[in-house]
């Protein structure tokens, strides 16, 4: 578990507190998404979680380690994969595999072991056919799987992804999104995905809402994603069908119930309606 207890960061001594007094738990493999408007502080939290900044007051502890302990630096880091969203700069070698193999060569492990987890993160993605490509051939949302195979192949019990749709993309993005709910499903890894778009949250088994730094809500995604008018005002964009509802209720007054997320489901209801008239 990743435990954030009543932590605060300012970027300087005299610079305004960036994040304040957040509280929150992570639990081995959950899911959670966290959104939030610019600049309230996801990207920083984010990387208060593997310890590249450390609290100014309340402490981070990932598994029991504080991520103030110099001796549990390295180790954090292992446990918590984080991934940013332009992959792009992130590559350092000439191949996908030896990309993979990076974090893996750096923990001194046999290279029998190291060809063992690059070969299975790989698969995992579905991108060993790609093993010997350059990484600046592939798409954007294959090499934010590369980015992703590379964070793997150190074990991690917790993957925390910046936006990694951001820039993708429809199918990027999708291919990017459903990898990870892979990963979180099959495998167990923990997810901590910030995001922007409301639709992979929505399988998330919790919602994390951020607001000038400070956790403004916790909720199940169902408690939010039918609330066009709340996700707004943090500059997320509803599901499309979630305005379509709210545009066909403007005009007639409660016609649908906000909670339809799917095409079957509100097809269905017009037919249903339409019986009736
Ligand atoms: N290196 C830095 N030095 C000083 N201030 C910073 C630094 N990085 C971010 N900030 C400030 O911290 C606040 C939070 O920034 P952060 O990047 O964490 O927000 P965010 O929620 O990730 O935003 P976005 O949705 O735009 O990515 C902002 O006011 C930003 O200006
Ligand atoms: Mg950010």
Not at 127 to 142: I, R, V, W
């Amino acid at each position: 578990m990743i435990n954030i207890e009543k932590v605060s960061f300012s970027y300087s001594n005299t610079g305004p507190m960036i994040l304040k007094d957040i509280v929150l738990e992570i639990s081995e493999h959950e899911f959670v998404a966290v959104i939030g408007n610019n600049g309230s502080g996801k990207t920083t939290l984010a990387k208060l979680l593997n310890g590249i900044y450390l609290p100014d007051t309340g402490r981070i502890l990932v598994d029991g380690m504080d991520t103030r302990a110099s001796e549990n630096r390295i180790l954090i880091k292992q446990k918590v994969g984080l991934l940013f969203p332009e992959a792009d700069k992130q590559f350092i070698s000439s191949t996908v595999e030896e990309d993979v193999a990076f974090g893996p060569e750096n923990l001194d492990l046999k290279q029998n072991e190291i060809r063992a987890r690059v070969d299975n993160t790989l698969k995992l993605l579905s991108m060993e056919d790609f093993a010997k490509h350059p990484p600046y051939l592939l798409s954007g949302g294959q090499k934010q799987k590369v980015g992703i195979a590379g964070l793997l192949a150190m074990k991690p019990a917790y993957l925390v992804l910046d936006e990694p749709g951001s820039m993708l993309d429809e199918t990027g993005k999708q291919e990017v999104f459903q990898a990870l709910w892979q990963l979180n499903k099959n495998e167990g890894i923990a997810i901590v995905l910030i995001t922007h778009e409301l639709s992979p949250a929505i399988k998330a088994d919790r919602i994390v809402l951020m607001e000038s730094g400070q956790i403004k809500a916790q909720c199940v995604p169902e408690q939010i994603v039918y609330q066009p008018e709340l996700l707004r005002a943090m500059q997320i964009q509803p599901l499309e069908i979630s305005s379509f509802i709210e545009a066909l209720n403007t005009a007639h007054s409660g016609l649908l119930s906000m909670e339809i997320n799917d095409v079957d489901k509100l097809v269905e209801e017009l037919c249903r309606l339409k019986q009736k008239m």
